[in-house]
C-alpha cells in the first residue's frame, strides 16, 4: 500500500513541470509528406487523404490565429477543414512523480467538442507514453466540460466547492490512485475551572435528540486546522472563553455519518484562561459554567456508556490519575514538513 | 457549530420521506379557471394566457403519455405547447431533520432540458418553502445534468466513484452546510517479535526519497475500517503476518498532504501472532525481521526528529515505559451507533 504519509500530489510532488510540444498548435505530421493514414488513435474519425493541400504553412501556427476555415484538406476525398485544426493536439499538462499526468486546469479549451477531440488525443497519447494516471480538475467553470469527461471514461474523484477532480487509470487492472479524504474531524473542549464546573453550552441547532441537553463544546476543525488549535478555537467562539491546550484525552472513532464518510472525534482537555461567557447567539442557545457534580448526572450521560466513559476519563485526567497525548511539534526531513505528533509521556 | 457527531445526511436521518404532489404529472392550476399569470417565479418563461383550449382533460395526467404535440395553449397569443407539460413540476425528494431537501437521484429526468426547467421551479418550490438546503447527487450516467446544475447556481460538494454532490443553500448569509470529509487516515503497525527483532518492508512503487529504506507496514484504512483492524490488515497484506492490536501509541496530524487535504496517521502496536513472512510481491518488495537495534541505527530513523520520535515511544512501550491509548467499543443511545474509543486505562 501506498505509504500514508507521502505528500502526493501537492505542490512539493511536482518535480517535473513540462508542456507538451503541442501546448501552441504544431500539427503531428509535415503535411507534405504524409503517409496514408488510415486510423489513427485518439483522432475523432478515422481518416485517410490523399492530397494535401494547405493554405498556410504549418511549421508553427498560433492556436488563437488559427480558425477552421484557414485550413482545408482533402480527406476521403471530402473536405474536412476542422480536422487538423483541433484533433492533433495534446491538452497541456505535468508529471507527477508517480508516473501521472496531471492536466493543466488553467489551459482547458472552453468549447466542449475541442476539448473532445484534444480530450481523445490526449488520453491515446499518454497511453502510447505508458503514463499511469490522468488528473483531470476542472473547475467550476468549466462544467460544460465535465460530462465530455466522464463519456471518454473518467471517474470522479473528488470535489470541493470549486472544481470536480476525475481521473483515468491507464494501465491495465484495477485502478492504484489514492483515494480521497475519507474522514471529518471533530473535537470537543472539556474545560473545567478552579470551582470544579465545566464550561457547557446549549445548542440552537442540532439533532431533535440534543434539545435542551447541556453538553461540552463540540465542532469540526477548519481546512488545515490543528486539533489542539481547533479546540481552543470552538471554545472561544461558542463560549467567549479563552483556553490552553492540555491533551488529547481519547478519540472516537465512528463510521457512516455523513455521505458514507467517517468521523474522528478528539476529545481534548483544556485549561481555562478566563472566566466571563460571551455566547455566539448565531450557534449557541445558552452556555454556563455548571458544578461538575450536576453535568454528569445528567440522564443523557449516564444512560449513554460512551458519554459516561468519557466524562470519566476527564474527571480521572482532572484528577492525576490518567495521562492522555501531549502536543509536539516535529519537522521531519522526509516530505520537509513540520507536523504535530500527539504521544503520551515516557517514563523515565 | 455543528455537533460533528451527528449523523447527518445518514439513511437513519432521512425521518419524513415524501413525494411531492408533483411526482406524477399534474398541472398545478385548474386550467379552465385559471388566472391571468403574469410571472410565476421558477418557470423558464413568464406566461400571460387568455385563453386555454386543452385538447384532453387534465384532473390527472399520466407523465410518459403526455406529449408536448398533445396539449397546446395560447400564452401571450402564441401557442406554447412545452409550457405546461415541463415546466411546472417539482424534482422528487426527501426532507432531511436539518430543514433541508434531498433530491431523489433515482427519479431524475435524462433529459438536461427538462432538468433544467424541473430544477429551476423545485428550487424556487423550495425557497418559498423556506428550506434550507438542496443536496443534488448526480450518478455518473446523468453527467449530462452537471453543468445545468452548476449553472442554476449549484455549488460542488464533494464527489466520489459514482457520483457527484451538488448542494445549493437557499437562506440569505452563508452556507451553513456540513464540510466534506477533510482527512485521509492512515496506519502503521510496529511488530516486535520475541527475538527483539522489528517487522519491516521494502517498497515498491514510492517516493524516490523512499527508495531502498526499510520502514514499517503503513497504509490507508479502507472505507468504514476500524483503525486497529486497517493496522493489522495492512501488516497480513504485506507480510503475511498475523498480527493482534495492542495499542495506538501515538499520531501524527499533517496537512496539504494531498488535494490540500490533511492526514492523520497512527502508530499500532501489535503483537505478532506467526512468524513465516510471505511477501505481496505487488506491493512489496522485501519484507523481514530485523534486529530492533540495525532498524533504528538506519541514518533516515537517526536523522529525522518525527521518526526517531516515534521509535523512541515504540521502544519505550516495549520496555513497560509508556502507556499509549487501547481500544474498546461502547454503544451510544444518541446516534444508535458503536462506536469505537481509544482512550488510555485510568490508575485507581
Known sequence: MECSCSSLLSSNSMETIYSTQFSSFKPLFDLKSIPKLTSFKGISAKACYDTCVPKKGLSSIDEQQLGAADLVYHVNGKINPSFLTRDLRILDGFDDEYGGVIVDSERLPANPNVFASMLRFSVSHWKAKEKKAIWLKLPVEKSDLVPVAVKQGFEYHHAEKGYVMLTYWLPEGPSML???????????GFVVNDKNEVLVVQ???CAP????????????????????AGAVREVKEETGIDTEFLEVVAFRHVHNVAFEKSDLFFICMLKPLSTRIIVDGHEIQAAKWMPLIEFVEQPFIQQDSMFKKVIDICIARLGGCYCGLSVHQLPSRFDGKISTLYYNCIDN
Do not use: R
Open 209 to 228: 435528540s440534543f434539545v435542551g441537553l447541556w453538553k461540552i463544546p463540540t465542532g469540526f476543525i477548519d481546512e488545515s486546522e490543528e486539533i489542539y
Open 203 to 205: 445548542e440552537k441547532h
Open 178 to 188: 489514492p483515494a480521497n479524504a475519507s474522514h471529518q474531524v471533530g473535537v470537543g
